[in-house]
């Protein structure tokens, strides 16, 4: 999950925001905002860049 924290600690960063990992399985990341997705890695697979999790989260905000 190196990459999850990475992202993690991003928003934090960035946004000011807390938030929590959750393990899953088959490879799918997702960023959560009040229980909406505002992000899902389900079509592009992999762990994405830190700036594509922040814009996604700024457009939803």
Wanted: without cysteine; aromatic residues 4%; negative net charge.
């Amino acid at each position: 999950m190196p990459g999850a924290t990475r992202v993690a600690a991003a928003i934090e960063r960035e946004l000011g925001m807390e938030s929590e990992l959750v393990g899953g399985g088959g490879g799918i990341f997702e960023v959560r905002l009040d229980g909406d997705t505002a992000f899902t890695n389900n079509r592009m697979g992999g762990i994405p860049s830190d700036e594509t999790v922040l814009s996604a989260l700024r457009a939803v905000l």
